[in-house]
């Protein structure tokens, strides 16, 4: 089955630093999608991006698909951002949304 | 917009108990799912539901049975409890008929297992 690796594991910011989360995958996939974990457990949509780049305010996303991979950019970033952001694929064919292994990010006042 | 909503929120079952967890969704999706997430842990699929009538098995199906029980509700049954099943299960809808689109997801089902 697909292969869905993110990185980096951990990361670990001061409050107002800009990072980049990458997701790459290791076939073709048709659908893919961008959350975030609160602390709380909730999984929180942030981008339905199977092609492209897409913004909603700080936060950015692409996905250059022939090349397997989709990049999330958080500028700017604040403490609310803290948790675990995940990406999440469907390979042609299949109805299968698997996830990859999420990057935990704590933001430091 | 209640979305997907999941029953119960905690559960605490002794080795060897059975239950049921329930999923219900009003965005009149075709596709729902059941997730599993162990602490610290990214999540893995159990069984989906392409669409009313269907299921199939996901990553880790061992240990469950899933009913796609009409098209807004989607169960899933532990019947013989284990340790080992322990974690936080997430049930989610997408809509499109092809599968795919936009995954949408409850808040959670705390299941321990003593």
């Known amino acids: 089955g697909i292969q869905v690796e993110q990185s980096p594991p951990d990361l670990i910011l001061q409050e107002g630093a800009n990072s980049t989360l990458r997701c790459n995958f290791s076939?073709?996939?048709?659908?893919l999608q961008w959350f975030h974990q609160n602390p709380w457990g909730q999984l929180i949509n942030l981008f339905y991006?199977?092609?492209g780049t897409k913004q909603n305010g700080r936060l950015s996303a692409t996905t250059v698909a022939t090349e397997r991979y989709s990049l999330l950019y958080i500028s700017s970033s604040q403490t609310t951002d803290s948790g675990v952001y995940f990406c999440a694929v469907t390979t042609s064919g299949t109805y299968k949304y698997i996830f990859g292994t999420g990057t935990r990010l704590k933001v430091l006042a | 917009n209640a979305g997907v909503t999941q029953t119960p929120k905690f559960q605490v079952l002794k080795t060897g108990q059975s239950m049921t967890l329930q999923c219900a969704q009003d965005?009149?999706?075709?596709?729902m799912y059941w997730y599993r997430q162990d602490p610290g842990m990214g999540l893995r699929l159990i069984y989906y539901?392409?669409?009313?009538?269907?299921?199939d098995k996901g990553e880790v199906p061992n240990g469950y049975n899933v009913s796609r029980l009409n098209k807004r509700e989607f169960s899933l049954r532990l019947e013989s409890a284990a340790p080992s099943q322990t974690s936080v299960y997430f049930c989610a809808s997408t809509g499109p008929p092809g599968g795919g689109g936009e995954l949408f997801f409850g808040e959670g089902s705390r299941l321990t297992v003593l």
């Open positions: 991006i199977p092609s």
């Open positions: 539901s392409a669409s009313e009538g269907t299921t």
């Open positions: 076939d073709s996939v048709n659908n």
């Open positions: 965005m009149n999706h075709n596709s």
